[in-house]
């Protein structure tokens, strides 16, 4: 922009002075355009690279979490359920306990219930995501715990609607 603005200011025809500074603001600004460009690809490609490294290699089980938690909110169950059983794995393995993990597949559960049209499948759903909330409500703290309890009892009430299995 600001080469162009130099070249209109300098006119239809210019000094030979005012020509060589107009050219060399064109050469300048396209050399800083190819190495916005250049530097754009890298950063796509290391970000990229940055991504699958976490993925596959780390192992911090709250890290799969949060990944999952991303991928619940939007929508994209399978890799959040993917995320939620790598963690579990690790969790498992290293004898710990995460409450974030109950809560995290709880609600797993309840979009993917929300989201299913199938009585069936729904009930199913919904009886995972409601033992996964009593884990957490057993050994949670915090409000999480409460919005837990309160989603247990509407739990009830939608399978109790769905009827006999």
């Not at 994209?76 to 359920?81: R, S």
């Not at 579990?88 to 809560?103: E, F, M, P, Q």
């Amino acid at each position: 922009a600001a080469a162009k603005a130099a070249s209109e200011a300098a006119g239809a025809s210019p000094s030979p002075d005012a020509a060589k500074l107009v050219d060399d603001a064109k050469a300048l600004a396209q050399g800083a355009r190819d190495a916005a460009t250049a530097a754009r690809a890298k950063t796509a490609a290391a970000a990229d690279k940055a991504r699958k490294y976490v993925k596959a290699e780390t192992g911090d089980p709250q890290m799969f979490i949060a990944a999952a938690d991303a991928a619940i909110a939007s929508g994209d169950f399978a890799d959040a359920k993917k995320n939620l059983d790598k963690a579990a794995k690790l969790i498992h393995t290293s004898g710990a306990r995460n409450v974030s993990l109950d809560y995290s597949y709880a609600q797993l559960y309840d979009k993917m219930a929300a989201r299913t049209q199938d009585p069936t499948a729904k009930r199913k759903l919904l009886q995972q995501a409601e033992e996964a909330y009593r884990r957490f409500t057993n050994t949670g703290a915090g409000p999480r715990v409460q919005r837990a309890t309160d989603r247990l009892t509407e739990i009830a009430d939608e399978i109790k609607e769905l009827g006999p299995p």
